[in-house]
């Protein structure tokens, strides 16, 4: 229809065209040309065909990548935003659940000072810290690295671990950054320091086992009682405290109601390391 509306009104015409080729093969091609007229009437065309079926290929699996990329951009559960030296100028959903904007224009006007609190856990400066990383990932090309950040809405700090890499975009260098809310997973970290205090200054000795009955850890009461050290007593198996005291059925009883997940309750006489029982 373009190239007719060329020849009827003369004007010269450039545009994509697909065509079949005789061993049919389908292109895409350059049509480029104009009407030669005479008497007001198209005479002759006057053009030329370019193949350009690879570049429309390219054209064609770029959009796909973008549109990936795109897809997976906004569909990850980590706040993923671009900033170059003007600051932010893109973001995900997740980044805007994250920080608390309600919309990419919000977070975007935002500078990176005012998503952390003045200073980070260590009594640093934030706004320094945090350009002296920015600095260290366009050098190195990415840096990975625990971070205090804040909500924009509320002021809420939550700790979070940060990837930024370094990318090439549009022919200038930018930095992506992806932020991980790491708030249950330091709740569970402390949790597991306290749980691990409380067994080490316990009166009585503790021994973790795994399920084949190997020692994996002990507590300091553990050494006072058997007089075997940590090192000494992790990697062995709690048949080095047997004191010969009790029959077989006694200790096969112990551990198949230990291993089932159930709770064993009795008294049971071991042997220490220098032989004395206990």
């Given at each position: 229809a373009a190239v007719q509306a060329g020849i009827d009104s003369g004007a010269p015409f450039d545009l994509d065209l697909p065509l079949t080729t005789a061993n049919g093969r389908p292109i895409w091609v350059r049509a480029q040309g104009s009407a030669v007229t005479a008497d007001g009437k198209a005479v002759k065309l006057l053009g030329a065909f370019q193949d350009i079926?690879?570049?429309?290929?390219?054209?064609?699996?770029?959009?796909?990548?973008?549109?990936?990329?795109?897809?997976?951009?906004?569909?990850?559960?980590?706040?993923?935003?671009?900033?170059?030296?003007?600051?932010?100028?893109?973001?995900?959903?997740?980044a805007l659940a994250m920080f608390g904007c309600r919309t990419r224009e919000e977070f975007c006007s935002k500078h990176p000072a005012?998503?952390?609190?003045?200073?980070?856990?260590?009594?640093?400066?934030?706004?320094?810290?945090?350009?002296?990383?920015?600095?260290?990932?366009?050098?190195?090309?990415?840096?990975?690295?625990?971070?205090?950040?804040?909500?924009?809405?509320?002021?809420?700090?939550?700790?979070?671990?940060?990837?930024?890499?370094?990318?090439?975009l549009d022919g200038k260098r930018v930095l992506q950054g992806s932020v991980r809310d790491i708030t249950e997973r330091k709740r569970s970290e402390e949790s597991l320091r306290l749980q691990t205090a409380a067994l080490e200054a316990a009166a009585n000795g503790v021994a973790i086992?795994?399920?084949?009955?190997?020692?994996?850890?002990?507590?300091?009461?553990?050494?006072?009682?058997?007089?075997?050290?940590?090192?000494?007593?992790?990697g062995q198996n709690p048949r080095v405290l047997k004191s010969g005291q009790h029959p077989e059925?006694?200790?096969?009883?112990?551990?198949?109601?230990?291993?089932?997940?159930?709770?064993?309750?009795?008294?049971?006489?071991?042997?220490r390391k220098d032989g004395q029982l206990y």
């Open positions: 079926t690879e570049r429309r290929q390219a054209e064609a699996a770029l959009r796909r990548s973008e549109a990936k990329f795109r897809t997976l951009y906004d569909s990850t559960s980590d706040a993923v935003m671009l900033s170059d030296q003007k600051g932010f100028f893109d973001c995900n959903q997740a005012d998503m952390s609190p003045p200073l980070q856990p260590d009594g640093t400066d934030s706004l320094t810290l945090a350009k002296q990383r920015m600095a260290r990932a366009m050098e190195k090309g990415s840096y990975q690295f625990e971070w205090m950040h804040k909500r924009i809405d509320t002021g809420e700090t939550f700790p979070a671990e940060v990837l930024l890499c370094a990318l090439e086992t795994d399920p084949k009955g190997t020692i994996l850890w002990v507590n300091p009461a553990f050494t006072q009682l058997t007089g075997y050290s940590a090192e000494e007593a992790i059925p006694y200790y096969k009883e112990l551990w198949q109601t230990i291993s089932t997940g159930h709770v064993w309750k009795g008294e049971i006489v071991n042997r």
